[in-house]
């Protein structure tokens, strides 16, 4: 893959707090050292177990204490061998593993490739609906021929992107003597068990409240032994609570979500270094397809007019100014489905809506509307979940509110819902249109696709294009990097005219740094690493 790396909306702060113990457990020293450093965040954590669970919160968690088989070197967007000693097409249809030999989890068990095989049949067998199996779509079977050998079988040839998902949430290898093979495992019966192989082992548990970690002296993998022995993950239950702790140096370590307001304030702040890093987040708002203003299960269902509101939606937004004014520019504007800096990336929907060069239209979106036969003001259910992406939420869908309603084109019904409650709402159909956010699973365009816009994704929005579909198949399997990035900007033009989702933001990646801890690595891989901290 080509391009610059993005900039995405992670913020990290460092502050000189007293830090803890990191618990009790078997894990043993990695050789670390320093005194215990407390990160503090206001992500929440759906499972510590990798099949239940697809969320940033819990990938932050997964990363430190599960073993890869490939992983991102510090730095880097592309992925090695971590717990493997190598990792090849054998043939177009075959991804060959070699272990390393002798390898453990934390609770003295061995790790085989038995293991490894166990983990994916098992993602696809559990299948969870908060999980990450779908990131499995082109995998047909998993063989084990000996202890280090792992062969995995395709359905397509030549997969691009293969490679980079054994480095994503749902690649954490779990030990087969431990989790159940058919569900999601309990909590605090995981930690109990001790099955991690990471650079680090979770030993204490209060969810919501504070995870503690201590190193794990046997851990093989490509990031090497932790340079403190032991971290304590601390929660918040919003970004006040946590810019509070930063001023107070209640934490050492403060990472997502920082409101653009405090970053901009910390930026002043004498002690505190604002960096930036590159990262790929996305704010979006998705189309229910069946549930939408004449959507196919409402009555007087209607493809045309239903595409007609969903572009004088886009004709009407103004990105800029929620940039400006909401966000202070740690988000900018994003106008199509794979941003800015990765391979294939345009500016699809910039050209076809509002005045074309960015900015909103009233008159264009009350055309499409009257040509349509759409009635005006359209009432738009609109829901947000400001609790889990952020408090500047309420502000950024408040001007989306005001933004349709500005021309009596729209009369909209804003609502926002608990983040649990809405998981649950959103792929039942009952929000016509809806916030979410994006944060990849790995530096490729694909994972700005295969998750949104392929049969059985998480959006759940019945969007079908079966020409979006083959197209976003032949980009995977296309090795020619000039090739790809012209069926990448096909995908990205067909998905602008149907409109299944309207991209808002792209992130704006930020760290701030206080005197007195070292080591916060922000980088292309979007992984944030524990064992770099110092203190």
């Given at each position: 893959m080509s391009g610059v790396a993005l900039l995405g909306s992670a913020v990290l702060l460092t502050a000189c707090a007293g830090g803890g113990t990191g618990g009790s457990g078997d894990s043993g020293s990695a050789g670390g050292s320093g005194g215990a450093i407390t990160i503090g965040t206001t992500e929440v954590v759906t499972s510590l177990d990798p099949a239940g669970a697809y969320d940033n919160g819990s990938f932050a968690v997964m990363t430190n204490v599960y073993p890869f088989l490939l992983n991102n070197p510090v730095g880097e967007s592309t992925v090695a061998p971590d717990i493997a000693e190598s990792a090849e097409f054998t043939a177009p249809t075959e991804y060959t593993v070699k272990l390393k030999p002798g390898l453990t989890f934390a609770n003295g068990n061995e790790l085989t490739s038995s293991d490894v095989k166990f983990t994916f049949d098992r993602q696809v067998a559990i299948a969870d609906p908060n999980g990450p199996s779908s990131l499995l779509a082109n995998l047909d079977s998993v063989a084990a021929p000996d202890d280090t050998t792992v062969v995995f079988t395709l359905k397509s040839e030549n997969d691009q992107t293969f490679p980079q998902v054994?480095?994503?949430?749902?690649?954490?290898?779990?030990?087969?003597?431990?989790?159940?093979?058919?569900?999601?495992?309990?909590?605090?019966?995981?930690?109990?068990?001790?099955?991690?192989?990471?650079?680090?082992?979770?030993?204490?548990?209060?969810?919501?409240?504070?995870?503690?970690?201590?190193?794990?002296?046997?851990?093989?993998?490509?990031?090497?032994?932790?340079?403190?022995?032991?971290?304590?993950?601390?929660?918040?239950?919003?970004?006040?609570?946590?810019?509070?702790?930063?001023?107070?140096?209640?934490?050492?370590?403060?990472?997502?979500?920082?409101?653009?307001?405090?970053?901009?304030?910390?930026?002043?702040?004498?002690?505190?270094?604002?960096?930036?890093?590159?990262?790929?987040?996305?704010?979006?708002?998705?189309?229910?397809?069946?549930?939408?203003?004449?959507?196919?299960?409402?009555?007087?269902?209607?493809?045309?007019?239903?595409?007609?509101?969903?572009?004088?939606?886009?004709?009407?937004?103004?990105?800029?100014?929620?940039?400006?004014?909401?966000?202070?520019?740690?988000?900018?504007?994003?106008?199509?489905?794979?941003?800015?800096?990765?391979?294939?990336?345009?500016?699809?929907?910039?050209?076809?809506?509002?005045?074309?060069?960015?900015?909103?239209?009233?008159?264009?979106?009350?055309?499409?509307?009257?040509?349509?036969?759409?009635?005006?003001?359209?009432?738009?259910?609109?829901?947000?979940?400001?609790?889990?992406?952020?408090?500047?939420?309420a502000e950024e869908y408040a001007q989306i509110k005001a933004q349709l309603e500005a021309d009596g084109l729209f009369a909209v019904d804003l609502q926002s819902t608990e983040w649990g409650q809405y998981t649950e709402d959103r792929v039942a159909d009952l929000y016509p249109a809806h916030q979410l956010g994006w944060f990849p699973d790995y530096s490729d365009p694909d994972n700005y696709l295969t998750p949104f816009f392929m049969p059985d994704n998480f959006l759940v929005n019945h969007y079908d294009n079966p020409e979006v579909v083959k197209l976003i198949d032949e980009q995977r399997v296309t090795a020619d990097e000039d090739a790809r990035a012209k069926l990448l900007e096909q995908v990205q033009d067909l998905l602008a005219e149907d409109l299944s989702t309207l991209p808002m933001q792209q992130g704006a990646q930020v760290a701030v740094a206080v005197d007195g801890v070292d080591g916060v690595t922000l980088d292309a891989s979007f992984k944030f690493r524990f064992g770099t901290l110092t203190k």
């Amino acid at each position: 893959m080509s391009g610059v790396a993005l900039l995405g909306s992670a913020v990290l702060l460092t502050a000189c707090a007293g830090g803890g113990t990191g618990g009790s457990g078997d894990s043993g020293s990695a050789g670390g050292s320093g005194g215990a450093i407390t990160i503090g965040t206001t992500e929440v954590v759906t499972s510590l177990d990798p099949a239940g669970a697809y969320d940033n919160g819990s990938f932050a968690v997964m990363t430190n204490v599960y073993p890869f088989l490939l992983n991102n070197p510090v730095g880097e967007s592309t992925v090695a061998p971590d717990i493997a000693e190598s990792a090849e097409f054998t043939a177009p249809t075959e991804y060959t593993v070699k272990l390393k030999p002798g390898l453990t989890f934390a609770n003295g068990n061995e790790l085989t490739s038995s293991d490894v095989k166990f983990t994916f049949d098992r993602q696809v067998a559990i299948a969870d609906p908060n999980g990450p199996s779908s990131l499995l779509a082109n995998l047909d079977s998993v063989a084990a021929p000996d202890d280090t050998t792992v062969v995995f079988t395709l359905k397509s040839e030549n997969d691009q992107t293969f490679p980079q998902v054994l480095s994503s949430p749902v690649g954490p290898i779990v030990d087969e003597d431990v989790f159940p093979a058919d569900a999601v495992m309990d909590d605090q019966e995981l930690v109990a068990a001790n099955p991690f192989a990471g650079p680090y082992a979770v030993t204490n548990f209060d969810k919501g409240n504070l995870i503690a970690y201590t190193a794990f002296a046997d851990y093989d993998g490509l990031w090497g032994a932790p340079k403190t022995d032991s971290i304590n993950m601390k929660y918040f239950a919003n970004e006040s609570n946590l810019s509070q702790a930063i001023e107070t140096k209640a934490v050492d370590v403060a990472f997502r979500n920082v409101s653009a307001t405090d970053v901009q304030k910390f930026e002043g702040t004498d002690g505190l270094n604002v960096v930036k890093g590159p990262g790929g987040e996305i704010r979006y708002i998705v189309f229910n397809f069946n549930t939408m203003p004449y959507g196919a299960s409402v009555e007087g269902a209607d493809p045309a007019k239903a595409l007609a509101v969903r572009q004088a939606v886009a004709d009407s937004i103004d990105r800029e100014k929620i940039s400006t004014d909401v966000f202070k520019g740690t988000y900018t504007p994003l106008y199509s489905y794979i941003p800015e800096g990765l391979l294939g990336a345009n500016e699809a929907l910039k050209g076809l809506y509002g005045d074309g060069e960015g900015g909103p239209d009233a008159d264009r979106a009350a055309k499409r509307l009257s040509d349509a036969g759409v009635e005006t003001p359209v009432t738009l259910q609109l829901q947000y979940a400001g609790e889990r992406y952020g408090a500047a939420s309420a502000e950024e869908y408040a001007q989306i509110k005001a933004q349709l309603e500005a021309d009596g084109l729209f009369a909209v019904d804003l609502q926002s819902t608990e983040w649990g409650q809405y998981t649950e709402d959103r792929v039942a159909d009952l929000y016509p249109a809806h916030q979410l956010g994006w944060f990849p699973d790995y530096s490729d365009p694909d994972n700005y696709l295969t998750p949104f816009f392929m049969p059985d994704n998480f959006l759940v929005n019945h969007y079908d294009n079966p020409e979006v579909v083959k197209l976003i198949d032949e980009q995977r399997v296309t090795a020619d990097e000039d090739a790809r990035a012209k069926l990448l900007e096909q995908v990205q033009d067909l998905l602008a005219e149907d409109l299944s989702t309207l991209p808002m933001q792209q992130g704006a990646q930020v760290a701030v740094a206080v005197d007195g801890v070292d080591g916060v690595t922000l980088d292309a891989s979007f992984k944030f690493r524990f064992g770099t901290l110092t203190k």
